[in-house]
């Protein structure tokens, strides 16, 4: 596996369910994002993961629980989450330094919340 | 809070050059600005990016105006598999936070 790799690709949930997301990177990388993008609007950023310690999270409801165990794997445990969650979910990666860290996205997981 | 202005949408012929405008007055001097695009159900990819010189790669062409207040996005040979929404994007120097705002979807037409 190459690049960064988001699983499961589709998922569909009752709002009474958990599940997890997993998002995985082999790129080397020292920082991990989770995105969430409704339809029809612009790409949220969730949580931002910097060398395993979260320093950015967006006032994201705590319905919506990360964990990053270590530089390479990213969850998103998610539990009595709303029918509005549902949405396509990016994981992205990038190499943190001073100047430029272009992120690397995975190809997401589309959640639908029933 | 996307700190860039682009149309929403646009086409532009196959094979012709597509460019695509962005406005981001209130950037600051140590902001880069970058390009992603976002194919159909896809995550979004990089494109390019820079700071106050033009760039180019061999995806694409960055112009940045002299006061940088906006920018234009060429890609020089329009093929169908380049039909996506592109994000203009002014990154925040401090902290890893983009803001991708609505983009423009463009549609390269046969």
């Known amino acids: 596996e190459t690049g960064v790799t988001q699983t499961p690709r589709h998922l569909v949930m009752g709002m009474t369910n958990k599940k997890s997301l997993k998002c995985e990177q082999h790129?080397?990388?020292?920082?991990m994002y989770w995105y969430k993008q409704s339809a029809k609007k612009p790409l949220e950023l969730m949580f931002v993961?910097?060398?395993?310690?979260?320093?950015e999270n967006n006032s994201v409801p705590s319905r919506f629980s990360p964990e990053c165990p270590n530089s390479s794997h990213l969850f998103l445990h998610l539990h009595t989450l709303q029918p509005e969650d549902s949405a396509l979910y990016l994981c992205?990666?990038?190499?943190?330094?001073?100047?430029?860290?272009?992120?690397?996205f995975g190809p997401g997981t589309r959640l639908t919340v029933l | 809070d996307a700190k860039t202005t682009q149309p929403p949408s646009m086409d532009c012929a196959e094979g012709r050059a597509a460019n695509l405008p962005c406005n981001h007055s209130?950037?600051?001097?140590?902001?880069?600005v970058y390009w992603y695009r976002q194919i159909h159900s896809q995550g979004p990819q990089y494109i390019i990016h820079?700071?106050?010189n033009n760039e180019t790669n061999e995806m694409a062409s960055l112009i940045i105006t002299e006061d940088r207040k906006s920018s234009t996005l060429i890609l020089p040979h329009a093929t169908l598999r380049d039909t996506a929404v592109y994000y203009c994007?002014?990154?925040?120097?401090?902290?890893?936070?983009?803001?991708f705002g609505t983009g423009t979807s463009l549609t390269v037409i046969p």
């Open positions: 992205a990666s990038s190499q943190e330094g001073w100047g430029i860290d272009e992120q690397f």
């Open positions: 790129l080397g990388h020292n920082a």
């Open positions: 993961y910097s060398l395993e310690e979260r320093v």
């Open positions: 209130t950037i600051s001097g140590n902001e880069y």
């Open positions: 820079g700071l106050k």
């Open positions: 994007i002014v990154r925040v120097n401090t902290g890893n936070q983009f803001y």
